[in-house]
């Protein structure tokens, strides 16, 4: 068994591999990507399945082990989901894909390592801004070797800066938010992966999202959890589910303002 430095150390090295991926696949085709739609509706490019293609090559390398993909049919999602619990790698080649085909500079690459379905190794990695969030578990968070949270997170509710994804939560809930909310301001960025470390950072001190799948949450479950903060679902369950299970997330900075979140957020569903 593997010591936290060795963790870490594998974490490092997967942020490099994702670094790397990123600027020989993605970047050089970005603002010129032309876009799809899968058939569910959401937006697909090139880029998208150029980068799932090197990780699925690459990956293994590093740590042997299953790979599984945002852009692999459900049918193959389901087969390696099961087949992989001893070691497999749980990748969103590019996060934030109406960003990236739109030229908005906000998007990531999400790759996470799982053993008996827990993150064991997390990367997140903006290719616009080179920042390279990662973590191993029980050797801490980082961003571009510098230790996670960047800032202390508010201290009440009141004073915090939220993300929230809007149109993913109930009516109603999303009516309280708009005209009563309970924190200061509110953000949303159009990148699930990259919103899970903001939080960890200290970016956004609480965060709130109806509808996750688990390439959107397994690296940054475990990037925020070494940063010291909290989440769970909507309801109060555990963050964990197979690929095809769409999960609600709340998270916040600090333990303590994740509970004054999850009590507000429950008196006003």
């Not at 993909?69 to 619990?85: F, I, N």
């Not at 920042?131 to 949270?149: H, I, K, Q, S, T």
Request: one cysteine or more; proline letters at 5%; aromatic letters at 8%.
């Amino acid at each position: 068994m593997l010591n936290a430095a060795q963790r870490l150390e594998q974490a490092r090295a997967l942020a490099d591999l994702v670094r790397e991926m990123a600027k020989e696949t993605i970047l050089p085709r970005y603002l010129s990507a032309v876009r799809e739609h899968k058939a569910d509706g959401s937006v697909l490019t090139e880029a998208d399945l150029a980068s799932q293609a090197a990780l699925v090559e690459r990956l293994p390398r590093l740590i042997p082990g299953a790979v599984l993909g945002e852009e692999m049919s459900a049918e193959e999602q389901g087969r390696v989901w099961h087949l992989g619990k001893g070691g497999l790698w749980v990748i969103d080649p590019i996060d934030g894909t109406t960003n990236f085909a739109n030229g908005i500079p906000f998007f990531g690459v999400a790759v996470a390592y799982l053993i008996d379905h827990k993150t064991q190794l997390g990367v997140v990695y903006n290719p616009i801004t080179d920042e390279a969030f990662y973590a191993a578990r029980g050797a801490g968070a980082w961003l571009n070797d510098v230790a996670l949270p960047l800032r202390s997170p508010a201290s009440r509710l009141k004073d915090a800066v939220a993300g929230v994804d809007f149109k993913r939560i109930s009516h109603h809930l999303g009516d309280e938010l708009a005209v009563r909310p309970p924190y200061y301001s509110q953000r949303n960025f159009g990148s699930s992966a990259l919103e899970w470390c903001y939080v960890a950072a200290g970016r956004l001190d609480v965060y709130i999202h109806g509808g996750q799948m688990l390439w959107d949450y397994a690296a940054g479950r475990l990037i925020l959890d070494e940063a010291g903060g909290a989440y769970s679902t909507l309801g109060g369950t555990p963050l964990t589910a197979g690929p095809a299970i769409k999960r609600s997330v709340i998270a916040a900075a600090s333990p303590a303002l994740f509970e004054e979140w999850r009590v507000w957020l429950h008196s006003h569903a």
